[in-house]
């Protein structure tokens, strides 16, 4: 069965009724940006966890922001599917590794996110980079859960 596609959301997006959410999650968006990962490296990251998550809105707008960042539509056609795809670099491997085991948290039996994938990852990236990654990693996993739940639907401006 299938339900019916949403073409409002249920409510007005609460990062935007309560102001000073706004106002924290812009200052986080900042710092995160300045912390020495290419926009691509980070956007690749966002398509990604929307992707696992299934935020339509987030997932739109994942592919609008790379598509600014100079990304070609080939290598967002194989975003998920980046193993598979002989498009990505190492480091950029390292980070969609990376945001896959921090958003699929409930999936795994042991660490969260196990050391081999943290290893790679910090073969690549300093801590202040780890640091800009993780932070887009989790901003998105809690858009993702907010436009999840008040079906926002893609395309969708604030």
Request: hydrophobic share 45%; with cysteine; glycine share 6%.
């Amino acid at each position: 069965m299938n339900a019916a596609v949403t073409t409002t959301a249920r409510m007005k997006n609460p990062a935007l009724v309560l102001p000073d959410a706004m106002k924290g999650i812009q200052n986080i968006y900042k710092a995160m940006y300045q912390g020495g990962v290419s926009p691509q490296i980070l956007e690749l990251v966002h398509l990604r966890a929307s992707q696992i998550n299934g935020c339509s809105a987030c997932v739109f707008a994942g592919v609008a922001g790379a598509k600014k960042h100079g990304e070609s539509d080939e290598r967002l056609h194989a975003v998920a599917a980046w193993r598979e795809a002989p498009f990505f670099t190492d480091e950029e491997r390292a980070a969609l590794a990376l945001t896959e085991a921090a958003t699929r948290i409930a999936d795994r039996s042991g660490k969260a996110v196990p050391d081999e994938v943290w290893n790679e990852a910090a073969d690549h990236f300093n801590e202040e980079q780890l640091s800009a990654i993780i932070l887009m990693v989790s901003l998105t996993n809690f858009f993702n859960r907010i436009n999840t739940t008040i079906e926002e639907p893609a395309g969708t401006t604030w």
